[in-house]
């Protein structure tokens, strides 16, 4: 009889220690960042006319050399352009497209623009899963002949809404780069 009750004890013991394991609980997911080593920004003028193109290129990432910015041609005054913007990591080949990374998690990504000078406005012309601005696609007016400046963030797990302002964003920029524009 002593044997039973000191068999059933174990065994109770042993059930109880199995169900307290910690070995059930599922590890978190790791999301890690993009790598995202080239943007380009491409402007269409109205009516299919003219592109123009934006790239910041840095293969070597936090490396030494800074990145390449180019800037194709000058921008028209007093027009609309339709705006596009492309993310890839070309330290892979062939190089990937990371902008289709964003388009899947677009609630946990926002591209942010921030113009300065004789660019008079920014509209997002796409949205994310919640119907907040997402800015993979966008419009662009200038002002008059002058200069300016655009700033293009991909900021990731940004507040959303937000003001569409880098200072009420949150998150972690994926990616920044500034470009000088000249408007004639």
Known sequence: MK???ILSLLTVAAT??????????APEPVNEEETITTMTVSLV?????????LQSRDLDGDGPNAPDVTVSGNLAANTTYTGSVVFLNETESPAEDITEEVEEEDEEHQVFYIPTGNITDITYDDEDGDGNPLGLAFTLETGDAGNATLAVTL????????????????????FTETFQITIE
Request: proline share 10%.
């Open 16 to 25: 109880t220690f199995m169900a307290c394991s910690s070995d059930d609980d």
């Open 45 to 53: 003028a109205p009516g299919g006319g003219t592109t123009v193109t």
């Open 3 to 5: 044997t039973i009750k």
């Open 155 to 174: 900021i990731h797990e940004p507040k959303k809404p937000n003001d569409g302002t880098l200072a009420d964003a949150g998150g972690e920029p994926d």
